[in-house]
């Protein structure tokens, strides 16, 4: 075969390498082990395609993302290279074909899932298709310290060691740590020939926005996009959900994304995300991981990310053309205290909890960076840059001021208090509030009661967050949420070290009375629509209406104060000694977690007439989806439709069809077992 360049440019239609892939081609080429740190869009898989092709057996590439071995295969194919997967995500009949071209020997590249390594059978074939490299995919799902930790990833160095062949691992996200950990594992008892380029993504345009009107801010921001193509990572199904519906609404195109929908579903949205312009996916942090877009145009993040590397792997995705891209990252002080809450609340040794609130703090401390965002992230990955001009510190820095003497006023209520409170009730002691929480605990004799009316409680919150954000405080998940004091925060507390804080995070509240359009924030909303839906479940137990239960006073209360014991669940108006005890602990699970397992348009009927009435269009649907006989074409109506009928109740066919989403397919599949329900209705 010609030389590889000249197989580049034949083959896959590129002139020149791109930065830094000629030397990590030419030592796979000479046999020997490597290790690439690239930035997503570097051009990393053409690292291990190119060789593959001098090769005389197989290359098998192991990878985590079925979507991107999906992708690559098939892009592959089109350029003439004959490629095969193994997954979970394969038909029996491609399972099937795969098997039959590898027994006859016109595989040049094989894609397995590192489950499959599980299999004592894989060595077995690996070995008698004559492989001759391992190319390993994301080889930071090996390090236990790292952000995606994969446990069958371990399995990788026994492998190269059985197969006795050279080994080639790339990744775009390792700090030194979790790079020495890949030689560890992955190589053992070799040393890898290490190749590390430049993090920097110059075409990105890094932003942070402190989270006010968060569904707002975002909805500006695609706005601003019309038409581009992007991806909004979301920290809960629920929200991937709510999110995409709010942007159909505004006329955007836009579909949701998470574990929790059938695996037909997921394909099809990948597929359109990639066929579609200016299609956006609203998705849980699997999405994207395997989606080869390279015009993804833009990246939001609806929450705070877990870590430095996985910001930067998530943003990665955008922009991969090299063209400009821009991406927006909302973060506030729930978010910081759901990260820190999933490390302490984790089974993991306290070494590796230190790390992973290390890690935090590192994106915390970019989040809150009074300075150029970019330097400050590639200074985390062991790079440097010189020259930005494409973050929105860059384009309007930040005015900071003295926030010793407010922080200090906050550490000392919180010391004072025992470190038994969360912002809310410390808030109250600083500004001087009178409650009846406070005056039951006698904090009002406190000296620190309302040395703090300067600010207003959103100022308040802000400097609060600010403080997680220079870990000078954490949540204690023991103690439900209150703060604990850290000791990077006792040179502040004995006045012998000085804080700056940002002043443009600091929103001032806007005192003008508006219209209430709401009963709850829009933060708040999906958890009451839960409570709701358990309220009226208790009350169908007991065939009694729901406001026996509770009244909807005490459910807006639970919304927005968010109990967390049966103590505070007490405090609630509305709640005696019989609801507690009957009513205190199935309220309380809603509270702290489960408020997302019902569909976000069903959860909109919740404690309505309607909301019964979808239950029973989404039943009758069920039946009917595949026709009468069970075997005519699989259609179905969206949850949103479902909704729509629920509302509407039409009482034909022919309104019925009339209805968005349904058309007179549906209408002939649905509409006798429709109509019937709603008659009944």
Same mark, same amino acid.
């Given at each position: 075969?010609?030389?590889?360049q000249?197989?580049l440019?034949?083959?896959?239609?590129?002139?020149?390498?791109?930065d830094?892939?000629?030397?990590?081609v030419?030592?796979?080429?000479?046999?020997?082990?490597?290790?690439?740190?690239?930035?997503?869009?570097?051009?990393?898989?053409?690292?291990?395609?190119?060789?593959a092709l001098?090769?005389?057996g197989?290359?098998?590439?192991?990878?985590?993302?079925i979507?991107?071995?999906?992708?690559?295969?098939?892009?592959?194919?089109e350029?003439?290279?004959?490629?095969?997967?193994?997954?979970?995500?394969?038909?029996?009949?491609?399972?099937?074909?795969?098997?039959?071209?590898?027994?006859?020997n016109?595989?040049?590249?094989?894609?397995?899932?590192p489950?499959?390594?599980?299999?004592?059978g894989?060595?077995?074939?690996?070995?008698?298709?004559?492989?001759?490299?391992?190319?390993?995919d994301e080889?930071?799902?090996?390090s236990?310290?790292?952000?995606?930790?994969?446990?069958?990833?371990?399995?990788?160095?026994?492998?190269?060691?059985?197969?006795?062949?050279?080994?080639?691992a790339?990744?775009?996200?390792?700090?030194q740590?979790?790079r020495?950990?890949?030689?560890a594992?992955?190589?053992?008892?070799?040393?890898?020939?290490?190749?590390?380029?430049?993090?920097?993504?110059?075409?990105?345009?890094?932003?942070?926005?402190p989270?006010?009107?968060?569904r707002?801010?975002?909805?500006?921001?695609?706005?601003?996009?019309?038409?581009?193509?992007?991806?909004?990572?979301?920290?809960t199904?629920?929200?991937?959900?709510t999110?995409?519906?709010?942007?159909?609404n505004?006329?955007?195109?836009?579909?949701?994304?998470?574990?929790?929908?059938?695996?037909?579903?997921r394909?099809?949205?990948?597929?359109?995300?990639?066929?579609?312009d200016?299609?956006?996916?609203?998705?849980?942090?699997?999405?994207?991981?395997?989606?080869?877009?390279?015009d993804?145009?833009?990246?939001a993040?609806?929450?705070?990310p877990?870590?430095?590397?996985?910001?930067?792997?998530?943003?990665?995705?955008?922009?991969?053309?090299?063209?400009?891209?821009?991406?927006?990252?909302?973060?506030?002080?729930?978010?910081?205290?759901?990260r820190?809450?999933q490390?302490?609340?984790?089974?993991?040794?306290?070494?590796?909890?230190a790390?992973?609130?290390?890690?935090l703090?590192?994106?915390?401390?970019?989040?809150?960076?009074?300075?150029?965002?970019?330097?400050?992230?590639?200074r985390?990955?062991?790079?440097?840059?010189?020259?930005?001009?494409?973050?929105?510190?860059?384009?309007?820095?930040?005015?900071?001021f003295d926030?010793?003497?407010?922080?200090?006023?906050?550490?000392?209520?919180?010391?004072?208090?025992?470190?038994f409170?969360g912002?809310?009730?410390?808030?109250?002691?600083?500004?001087?509030?009178e409650?009846d929480?406070?005056?039951a605990?006698?904090?009002d004799?406190?000296?620190?009661?309302?040395?703090?009316?300067?600010?207003?409680q959103?100022?308040?919150?802000?400097?609060?967050?600010?403080m997680?954000?220079?870990?000078?405080?954490?949540?204690?998940?023991?103690?439900?949420?209150?703060?604990?004091m850290?000791?990077?925060?006792r040179?502040?507390?004995?006045?012998?070290a000085?804080?700056?804080?940002?002043?443009?995070?600091?929103?001032k509240?806007?005192?003008?009375?508006?219209?209430?359009?709401?009963?709850v924030?829009?933060?708040?909303?999906?958890?009451?629509?839960a409570l709701?839906?358990k309220r009226?479940?208790?009350?169908?137990?007991?065939?009694?209406?729901?406001y026996?239960?509770f009244?909807d006073?005490?459910l807006?209360a639970?919304?927005?104060?968010?109990p967390v014991?049966?103590?505070?669940? !007490? &405090?609630?108006? #509305? *709640? %005696?000694?019989? /609801?507690l005890?009957?009513? $205190?602990? @199935? =309220? +309380?699970?809603?509270?702290?977690g489960?408020?997302?397992?019902?569909?976000?348009?069903?959860?909109?009927?919740?404690?309505?007439?309607?909301?019964?009435?979808?239950?029973?269009?989404l039943?009758?649907?069920?039946?009917?989806?595949?026709?009468?006989?069970?075997?005519?074409?699989?259609?179905?109506?969206?949850?949103?439709?479902?909704?729509?009928?629920?509302?509407?109740r039409p009482?034909?066919?022919?309104?019925? !069809? &009339?209805?968005? #989403? *349904? %058309?007179?397919? /549906?209408?002939?599949r649905? $509409?006798? @077992? =429709? +109509?019937e329900?709603?008659?009944?209705?």
């Open positions: 075969m010609s030389d590889p000249d197989v440019a034949k083959v896959f239609g590129f002139s020149a390498y791109r830094g892939q000629e030397e990590v030419n030592a796979i080429l000479q046999g020997r082990n490597t290790l690439a740190i690239m930035p997503t869009g570097g051009g990393k898989s053409m690292c291990f395609q190119l060789p001098f090769l005389e197989v290359t098998v590439v192991i990878s985590p993302l979507a991107l071995m999906r992708d690559q295969v098939r892009a592959l194919g350029i003439g290279i004959a490629a095969g997967s193994l997954t979970s995500g394969n038909t029996e009949e491609e399972t099937e074909e795969v098997f039959q071209a590898l027994e006859e016109r595989l040049k590249l094989l894609y397995i899932a489950e499959r390594l599980a299999n004592p894989t060595s077995i074939l690996l070995r008698k298709i004559n492989t001759q490299l391992i190319a390993v080889a930071h799902c090996v236990q310290w790292g952000h995606d930790f994969r446990p069958d990833y371990l399995r990788i160095g026994a492998l190269r060691r059985d197969l006795d062949v050279p080994l080639a790339f990744t775009a996200t390792a700090d740590e979790t020495d950990e890949i030689i594992r992955l190589f053992e008892d070799t040393e890898p020939e290490v190749f590390l380029r430049g993090f920097d993504r110059p075409n990105l345009h890094l932003a942070f926005q989270k006010n009107s968060p707002q801010q975002l909805l500006k921001f695609v706005a601003a996009r019309q038409g581009q193509s992007g991806i909004i990572y979301c920290a199904r629920n929200k991937t959900e999110l995409a519906q709010a942007l159909r505004e006329g955007h195109k836009a579909l949701s994304y998470h574990a929790g929908m059938e695996g037909e579903d394909r099809i949205a990948e597929a359109r995300f990639q066929r579609e200016g299609l956006i996916v609203c998705a849980t942090v699997a999405f994207g991981m395997g989606i080869d877009k390279p993804i145009r833009w990246v993040h609806a929450d705070l877990k870590s430095m590397e996985a910001y930067y792997q998530e943003i990665g995705r955008a922009g991969r053309d090299g063209a400009p891209a821009d991406t927006l990252t909302l973060y506030g002080a729930d978010d910081i205290r759901l820190r809450a490390i302490d609340e984790g089974l993991a040794p306290p070494e590796r909890k790390a992973d609130h290390a890690r703090n590192a994106l915390l401390g970019l989040a809150e960076a009074r300075r150029c965002r970019r330097r400050v992230l590639l985390y990955f062991g790079d440097k840059v010189d020259h930005c001009d494409n973050c929105d510190l860059c384009a309007a820095p930040p005015e900071v926030g010793t003497l407010a922080v200090r006023k906050a550490l000392s209520a919180i010391l004072r208090t025992g470190e409170f912002a809310g009730h410390l808030i109250d002691i600083l500004r001087g509030k409650t929480k406070i005056h605990r006698n904090h004799q406190l000296p620190t009661f309302g040395v703090g009316k300067e600010y207003d959103r100022q308040w919150q802000a400097i609060f967050r600010q997680m954000g220079y870990d000078l405080i954490r949540p204690d998940m023991e103690r439900h949420g209150a703060f604990r850290t000791e990077a925060a040179p502040i507390l004995r006045d012998e000085t804080i700056e804080l940002r002043k443009d995070t600091i929103i509240a806007d005192n003008r009375r508006t219209k209430v359009r709401a009963l924030s829009e933060e708040d909303e999906p958890l009451l629509s709701k839906a009226r479940a208790l009350a169908d137990a007991i065939q009694a209406p729901a026996v239960v009244p006073s005490t807006i639970m919304a927005t104060q968010k014991t049966l103590d505070d669940f !007490a &405090q609630l108006p #509305g *709640v %005696g000694a019989v /609801k005890k009957r009513y $205190g602990t @199935a =309220f +309380l699970e809603i509270i702290n489960a408020a997302e397992e019902m569909h976000p348009s069903r959860r909109k009927l919740a404690g309505k007439p309607a909301g019964d009435l979808f239950d029973r269009l039943e009758a649907q069920q039946g009917l989806a595949r026709g009468e006989t069970g075997t005519d074409k699989y259609l179905t109506c969206t949850n949103s439709t479902l909704s729509k009928i629920a509302k509407a009482r034909d066919i022919e309104t019925l !069809a &009339q209805v968005q #989403g *349904v %058309g007179p397919q /549906k209408a002939a649905f $509409g006798p @077992a =429709f +109509l329900v709603l008659h009944a209705e």
